[in-house]
């Protein structure tokens, strides 16, 4: 549990990392370094969009499944590490 | 008890019917002729009034169901005596209703123990008139009733038999009822798991109607009987004008007066329920086996209602439910399942494996220049305009604007080292620096050496401790990946300062240790643990002296059959060269004892000086060791005399050679890597050196500095190309270009000395260790191609017309 702990606060001491939550499958939050409307609202949408990434990689090929998501845009970068119980999301802007 | 009101609406029947005054007819459904929905002939009722007729007597309380008197009713007489007592409207739907009736209907299954529909229905409908005070009459819609009174009779008379039949019925179903307690049961969890099995059968066959057939085919057999009937039927209608027998008579029916009745039911909760198939979906489907099902369909049930199907990850379908909506789910949560779940998943090692991935990630982001240069890849051009000054690599379809635009730069990429050449001349080679692998533990310790992993070449290995004795601080090995430079991927710590670390060749995950106080261990880099895996602190012969350094060889046993076979090899400051087997612990051999020579007798090491010089010990404190690459049974030994010795694991008392050139201990000794006879030393003199394997004396020395050399590479690029490490500068050297001055000198910050160097091996990048607990990352650019020539020649370059100075 430290370990992890470690980990959390390590990513988020990370150069332009914004933000860091852990939510579990019903978007509840389980550790969050944003306010609790922007985690929820991003734990809503990104569960979406994370199931349907899901269910189009496993359409194409039953045995396969996706491990990672990332989603870049003007502004910063969206990553998202999906499993069944949680979602791992953290948010950088990788622009120095 | 139970007869009277009957007995009361019966005579009201039998009154009312004369007068024509609309009752309706109570008919119990006889046990007897059931198959559950059977109607009685002649009684046009609907038939679920039929099937669930029930004796209403208001005010009686359910308690007392079972003293049925009529006493308590309020029956009203109009002048005829007839009973007009009005009836209720409402009357609730036994099936939907009450606990109670759904407790003894229960019970009386659970007596009966039947699991049938239509029996159900049966017992139901025979319990219906026990519940004396609890139903009412259902009547269901506005149902018409026009009967004929022959037909009142009929059901009059078969309702009066059954009274009395009902009695005894009623009689032993009360007593059974008594007898027999139910007890409350709560529905559990394990019930909701459990399989229920529900059965199927076909029933009997129904008929609902049957309207046989009017057509008969002419070849049948009744078909001349048919058509003598159709004949006859014709005469006969032929006949019946103007024949007696058939008289023309009206009749008039009585019309019953219609009474509308309206019932409410309850609202008839709909549900949507869809399921996408996907294809993920039926493979899932038939892969995953049953009990892992079952598993999650307990998990499923155990949270709540309102939980949106198709968020529930444990489900295996997507299913969408048209109760879903995000906020509300997220609202009408179940709190105290989300407790345990965070925690769970907090714990989760999917978690920290995700994490792990996140890190290299976000890493790989940040430092993606840096990686990419490192890699030798094109590096994504950041949008930038103030960046035209570095050197970034671009793309090779903008090379024609690159050209334009930056002449001056070069570019390492194989593609263009056609332009290399041309512009060579004009940028000084130099180290960029990448970027430096640094945390917070590894602040302020000394970087004491480095290593590749054998198998994965983005791992290294990095040894902290102090080399003075008199700074003893706690060490560190730890292992870094080039993929996360801000945190080590391995820590493991010791109260020894280590001096020395390498990485297995034959099993590359086991990392070897030497330590300030001697001891050699051996991790295994796969596990966290900080305990070695082995350790040689109880050996009998281990080391007594800081073990300077450790290194895997692989030694061909030819004679004894087996391939290469991989030991351990470790030289310490008490003068040994140990060779360490694993076999069941750390078993270790003695390769060498260094024996002191003195610095005026040319006499190969291995006679004991009698007289001379009074000597603390025999031991000669070695420092470093190099075994040849290509014939592993010959090795350098460097020792804090200043002399190299060349030794053979044959013999192990004496040397083969002695090279004597250096005057302070000699730190490092390498042989070359493209020319074998040529080996490179460094020492605490200030001076490099660079040997041929036959000469005693050194070819080439530098002195550049004032300052101890501590540790010196050659570049597994180029025979000529080497890197130093001195307290105060790195200098790479290119023997093509000039042996007199180094190609690149890189300046320490004050303060930090730098103190080991590695060159990595499929990239121009050189590692630097110094005193701060930093190993930098530097790229070496705009380094001068190497000029393919044979291995004579590299020898007669540098041996050739070159001075010899000696030191």
């Known amino acids: 549990m430290t370990e992890v702990e470690e980990t959390l606060k390590r990513i988020q001491s990370h150069k332009g990392v914004i933000g860091t939550m852990v939510v579990n499958a019903e978007g509840i939050p389980i550790r969050t370094t944003l306010d609790n409307s922007t985690t929820v609202q991003y734990a809503g949408l990104l569960h979406q969009l994370t199931m349907k990434a899901k269910s189009t990689v496993r359409d194409i090929d039953p045995q396969n499944d996706m491990t990672f998501l990332r989603i870049r845009s003007k502004k910063h970068e969206i990553m998202v590490a999906p499993d069944k119980e949680y979602l791992l999301i953290v948010i950088q802007n990788p622009c120095e | ?807």
């Open chain 2, 1 to 807: 008890m139970y007869g009277s009101p009957t007995s009361t609406r019966k005579q009201a029947l039998f009154a009312a019917s004369p007068s024509s005054q609309t009752r309706k007819s109570i008919s119990f459904n006889p046990s007897k002729a059931s198959s559950g929905k059977g109607g009685y002939a002649g009684v046009n009722q609907s038939r679920l009034v039929t099937s669930r007729t029930m004796v209403s007597v208001p005010e009686i309380k359910p308690a007392e169901k079972l003293n049925i008197s009529s006493t308590k009713t309020v029956q009203v007489f109009d002048v005829r005596g007839i009973d007009v007592t009005p009836r209720p409207l409402y009357h609730p739907d036994p099936l939907v209703g009450t606990a109670k009736p759904n407790k003894l209907l229960t019970s009386q299954e659970g007596s009966l123990g039947s699991d049938f529909i239509s029996s159900y229905s049966l017992y139901q409908n025979t319990i219906n008139p026990s519940m004396l005070g609890q139903f009412t009459r259902s009547v269901l819609g506005s149902s018409t009733v026009s009967k004929s009174s022959v037909s009142t009779t009929e059901s009059m008379t078969e309702d009066l038999e059954e009274p009395a039949y009902k009695r005894e019925r009623l009689a032993s179903f009360t007593d059974v009822r008594v007898l027999r307690t139910t007890p409350e049961t709560t529905i559990t969890k394990e019930d909701l798991e459990k399989n229920i099995e529900i059965i199927l059968t076909e029933t009997e066959t129904l008929k609902f109607f049957d309207l046989p057939t009017v057509m008969f085919s002419v070849e049948s057999e009744e078909a001349e009987k048919i058509t003598q009937k159709n004949n006859n039927y014709e005469i006969l209608c032929r006949n019946r004008l103007g024949n007696d027998l058939y008289v023309e008579r009206m009749m008039q029916t009585f019309n019953g007066a219609p009474k509308n009745k309206e019932v409410q039911c309850d609202k008839i909760v709909m549900e949507e329920k869809g399921i996408m198939a996907t294809a993920w979906d039926l493979y899932d489907s038939f892969n995953i086996p049953e009990a892992l099902l079952s598993a999650k369909q307990s998990l499923v049930a155990s949270r709540g209602n309102l939980l949106a199907n198709d968020q529930d990850p444990n489900q295996q379908d997507s299913e969408t439910s048209s109760l879903m909506d995000i906020e509300n789910v997220i609202l009408a949560k179940v709190h105290e399942d989300e407790e345990d779940n965070s925690e769970a998943i907090l714990k989760s090692e999917k978690l920290h494996q995700d994490l792990f991935f996140m890190e290299r990630v976000l890493m790989e982001n940040v430092f993606q220049p840096k990686l990419a240069a490192y890699r030798q890849l094109p590096v994504l051009k950041e949008n930038e305009p103030g960046e035209a000054e570095e050197s970034l690599e671009k793309e090779s379809h903008e090379e024609a604007d690159d050209e334009v635009k930056k002449e001056d730069e070069e570019e390492t990429e194989m593609e263009l080292e056609l332009e290399i050449t041309t512009e060579q001349s004009t940028i000084p080679a130099n180290l960029e620096r990448l970027w430096s692998f640094t945390c917070d533990l590894t602040k302020g310790l000394n970087v004491s050496s480095l290593s590749w992993n054998k198998a994965n070449p983005d791992l290294l290995a990095v040894g902290y401790g102090n080399f003075g004795f008199k700074e003893q601080r706690k060490g560190m090995a730890c292992c870094w990946s080039i993929k996360n430079p801000m945190w080590p991927e391995r820590i493991y710590q010791s109260s020894y300062g280590v001096t020395s670390v390498d990485f297995s060749i034959g099993t590359p995950n086991l990392l070897a240790v030497g330590y300030q106080n001697g001891t050699v261990a051996v991790y295994n880099v796969q596990s966290t643990n900080n305990i070695p895996v082995l350790d040689s602190s109880e050996s009998p012969h281990k080391h007594l002296g800081p073990v300077w350094q450790v290194q895997w060889i692989e030694q061909d046993r030819g004679t004894t059959g087996d391939d290469k076979r991989e030991i351990l090899v470790s030289i310490s400051a008490d003068g040994r060269i140990v060779k360490w087997v694993i076999r069941k612990g750390l078993d270790c051999h003695d390769l060498m004892r260094l024996r002191r020579t003195t610095a005026a007798s040319n006499k190969k090491g291995g006679e004991k000086e009698k007289k001379g010089e009074a000597l603390i010990s025999r031991q000669a404190p070695g420092m470093c060791f190099a075994f040849h690459p290509k014939d592993t049974n010959i090795y350098l030994v460097g020792t804090e005399e200043g002399l190299i010795h060349k030794c053979s694991c044959s013999y192990n008392e004496q040397y083969l050679e002695t090279y004597r050139g250096h005057k302070g201990p000699v730190y490092k000794v390498v042989w070359n890597p493209f020319c074998p006879d040529v080996f490179l030393s460094c020492s605490a003199d200030w001076g490099v050196m660079i040997w041929h394997q036959e000469t005693l004396k050194p070819f080439l020395s530098f002195y550049t500095t004032t300052y101890v050399v501590y540790d010196v590479a050659w570049s597994p690029n180029s025979a000529y190309i080497f890197a130093a490490a001195n307290e105060s500068r790195v200098e790479i050297w290119d023997l093509q270009i000039s042996t007199l001055d180094p190609l690149i000198v890189n300046v320490a910050n004050p303060g930090i000395k730098f103190t080991t160097v590695l060159f990595a091996k499929q990239t121009d990048c050189l590692l630097v260790g110094d005193s701060d607990g930093q190993v930098a990352v530097y790229e070496l650019k705009h380094m001068p191609t190497a000029s393919d020539t044979g291995r004579g020649d590299v020898i007669s370059a540098l041996l050739g017309p070159k001075t010899n100075q000696p030191g």
